[in-house]
């Protein structure tokens, strides 16, 4: 699928198609009487030489592997390579040059609320910076039946049956979640927006659609032009639709993948390439290892990790 060295080597390779790996390793999570492995052959190789490897593959008792990769051709003979955890105890960067300064402008997808937020306002407090958070959710004014009332989603359903009532609508479970959800989203991006603030940083948030690039590049356009080109993307955008493989859909796979892998193509295209000096990418364990009800998402993580790989 790449260039039979799992995208480790130094030729080009496909880091989207390479995604394929984690429908592959969650296979074999979900159906565990199924022989699955991946495998990824060089192009060069005859087909002969294929056919051999892959009847290798098939014939392999180590269980354990669940990918391999193969390259090389002529009298050097095929290389076999294999693809195994290993604990990195120092993540600690020795590229003085890439350092932070108050002027780095981070692009940040799903920066506004979550996980992303919190690591957004930590790097905030190692370092001033700015930030532009990207979000589906609008900032709207709080609504008069949401004003004075405290956090507790309890009470903010009942306060939102009631507004409903009072509106001569019908309080049903959907239209209840969606008023709370909006009221909680808000609440959300603002106290983040806040805490970064707070930290001596700069953030603003815009409302896009993290995969469509045109429409991103015009979204970010007057915050980019009030506070500077950006520097630095993080990718922490992501949705999932949990469900065993045989039980996907198209429309689960699209919107799980399309945020993760479109995303990071429209925010790579939203911004001058040559100004950015940091990319990190929220990834996850799914991709490494596979996950049950979780193959979309794994195939997303793993073409992550593999872009991460041309940088």
């Known amino acids: 699928m790449t260039d039979g060295e799992l995208g480790m080597g130094s030729g080009q390779f496909g880091a989207v198609g390479s995604g394929l790996s984690g429908l592959i390793k969650t296979a074999g999570v979900e159906w565990p009487d199924v022989f699955c492995r991946f495998v990824d052959l060089q192009p060069e ?73 919190e690591c957004v306002a930590k790097l905030a407090q190692t370092q001033p910076c700015s930030f532009i958070l990207l979000g589906r959710s609008t900032i709207e004014d709080e609504p008069e039946w949401a004003k004075g009332v405290d956090e507790d989603k309890t009470k903010l359903k009942q306060a939102a049956m009631k507004s409903l009532v009072d509106s001569g609508e019908k309080p ?22 806040e805490r970064i603030s707070n930290a001596g940083g700069n953030a603003e948030y815009v409302s896009a659609d993290v995969t469509d690039a045109k429409k991103l590049k015009t979204a970010i356009a007057p915050v980019v032009k009030k506070i ?84």
């Open 172 to 193: 049903t479970p959907a239209k209840v979640n969606q008023l709370v959800g909006k009221v909680e989203a808000g609440r959300d991006i603002r106290k983040n927006l």
């Open 45 to 117: 190789l005859t087909a002969d030489t294929a056919a051999s490897c892959i009847l290798q593959e098939l014939l392999d008792p180590d269980l354990r592997i669940k990918e391999v990769g193969y390259s090389g051709s002529g009298k050097s003979g095929t290389r076999r390579m294999t693809v195994q955890p290993k604990i990195i105890r120092d993540l600690t960067t020795k590229n003085s040059s890439k350092s932070l300064t108050k002027k780095s402008v981070f692009l940040v997808s799903g920066g506004a609320r979550g996980v992303t937020a």
């Open 228 to 311: 500077g080109p950006v520097t630095g993307i993080i990718h922490g955008a992501g949705v999932l639709a949990d469900k065993l493989i045989e039980k996907k859909t198209s429309d689960d796979f699209d919107a799980v993948c399309s945020t993760k892998i479109n995303g990071i193509d429209a925010l790579l295209k939203s911004i001058n390439p040559k100004k950015l000096t940091h990319l990190l990418l929220f990834s996850s364990a799914a991709g490494f290892y596979g996950n049950a009800g979780q193959s979309d998402y794994a195939v997303a993580n793993e073409a992550l990790n593999r872009i991460a790989l041309l940088f």
